[in-house]
């Protein structure tokens, strides 16, 4: 929507962007429980469930 700065009103600006928010975060709260169904599903079906223990992540080690 700030790509139409100047070209539509203000008030339909902050109308657009209110609802693409709201929208998105419906979205992500309806996708969530469905994506944890899909990727439980796939992990029980491949049995791969992968954790790196005793992994260090930092990239100030000098170690390899």
Do not use: C, Q
Request: glycine share 2%; charged share 20%; net charge neutral.
């Amino acid at each position: 929507p700030i790509a139409f700065y100047g070209f539509w009103p203000n008030d339909l600006l902050l109308k657009v962007m209110i609802t693409n928010y709201v929208l998105k975060v419906l979205w992500e709260v309806i996708a969530t429980p469905m994506t944890y169904k899909v990727v439980n599903f796939l992990k029980r079906k491949e049995h791969e469930d992968f954790y790196d223990r005793n992994t260090n992540f930092t990239p100030f080690s000098i170690e390899t």
